[in-house]
Each structure stands twice: as C-alpha cells, then as structure tokens.
C-alpha cells in the first residue's frame, strides 16, 4: 500500500470507526434508505458487510443492499438496529456504524368537522340558490387543461444479482448461478462515486414482470440472500 493510500486508511478509521447515527422515527411498511454517513471515495476497493435488521419479535421486514446502501421496509411497529462494517480488500477494517429506526404507523389524518349550523340547514333552499348564482364565475371564461400523456417503460425485466469490484470475482459468481442452469450474465458499468468499473450479475431478460419476479423468488431461495428486479438500459 503507498504512503497516499495509507493516509486515507488512518484518516477513515479516525473519522469513520465507532460511528452511531441518532434514531430516525420512519413509518411501517415504507422503504426507507440507509446509507453510510462517510464518503468512502477511497482508490482502495472496499467491501461493505451489512448485517441484517434486528426488530420486533415475529416481524417480516424486507431489505436490499447495494454497496453502501441499504434499502429497507420495516412491516412491524417497534425499533430495528442495523449495522455497517466497511473493510478492504486486505481485511481491514475501516469503519463501523450503527443504525437504529424506530417504525411507528402512519397517523391518519383527523377528519374536519363540518361547521354548518342549524340555522344554515333551515334556510330555505331557494335563498342558497340566489347566493350561489352570484358568486358563480363567468361562463365565457375557459380554462386551457393540457393533459400529458403518461410515457410508456416499454424496456425488458432482467434481475440484478450482485455487483463486484473485479471481473474474477463476477464470474465465479455468474458460474456459481450456471452450475444451477440459471442463465446468469456480467455486465460492466461505471460508477460515478467510486469513479471505477464495476461488474454486475444479472440474470434473464423478461417482458413479463410476473415471469421476473418467480425467478427473482427461486435465485433468493438458492443464495438465502435479496436480489431486485430492474430495467435493462438499451442504450
């Protein structure tokens, strides 16, 4: 490791280890993003070891991770503590953070008493007829509604399995799906905020999202782990 890159490495650990966000009140059964309260814009490449949400006795909470983000959809009112541990490629470890979200229920929305009185729903019909004709607008004003046709995501479903930071470590993955007969594929893309190539493992390229989603089930059997349904980029 060079002398700029270990900089960076004493600089995280300093900034980065130990650190506990306040709690975040959220409502149930919406997703909610969490992410890392660093910026890990290292040259080093960093593997980050969520663990899975701990919550209320019997509940069914869904999460997706996505490098150093986790998408996640408490169903249970209580409280969930998740945790973040970010290493390199050596074993190092770099940061650690906790996360507590305390999910509550929606609050419905209090209805408005009506204000009408008594003496308003005896008053004779044709009175509230006269009133309302003078405060009714003029007939020779149009108003112009320009309605905007919704655009149509005609694009296929394909299932995004992982993301890895080298090409060896995607196709050991797309193999290990292959050896199922799953017709596994890598995909190279570029991320902004590590300004490195990353290679995706995706899986299938359906027009059905109803097809999607029964493979998307069988591929999360196999792994015990989230995968998501996403669009394919035809550009």
Not at 3 to 25: D, H, N, R
Not at 54 to 68: A, L, T, V, Y
Not at 75 to 104: C, H, K, Q, R
Not at 166 to 181: I, M, N, V
């Amino acid at each position: 490791m060079g002398f700029k890159a270990l900089l960076i490495t004493v600089s995280l650990l300093i900034t980065a280890c130990g650190s506990k966000s306040e709690p975040k009140i959220v409502d149930v059964n919406k997703t909610q993003k969490v992410q890392s309260a660093q910026s890990w814009e290292t040259a080093e490449e960093l593997r980050f070891m969520w663990t899975p949400p701990k919550g209320p006795k019997g509940n069914d909470s869904k999460w997706i991770i996505n490098d150093d983000i986790m998408l996640f959809t408490p169903d249970t009112p209580g409280e969930y503590s998740i945790s973040l541990v970010v290493e390199n490629m050596l074993g190092d470890v770099l940061g650690e953070e906790s996360f507590l979200l305390i999910a509550e229920e929606p609050i419905e929305p209090t209805p408005i008493e009506s204000t009408i009185t008594e003496e308003q729903i005896d008053e004779p019909i044709s009175k509230k007829v006269e009133a309302e004709k003078v405060n009714l607008p003029s007939t020779t004003t149009t108003t112009e509604v320009q309605v905007k046709k919704k655009a149509v995501d005609n694009r296929p479903f394909t299932i995004q399995v992982a993301a890895w930071p080298s090409l060896e470590e995607a196709r050991k993955d797309q193999l290990s799906l292959t050896k199922h007969g799953i017709d596994a594929y890598t995909q190279r893309v570029f991320i902004e905020n590590k300004n490195a190539y990353w290679w995706r493992v995706r899986v299938g390229n359906f027009s059905d999202i109803d097809i999607a989603n029964k493979v998307k089930k069988q591929i999360e059997d196999l792994r015990g782990s989230s995968v998501w349904v996403d669009r394919i980029d035809e550009n």
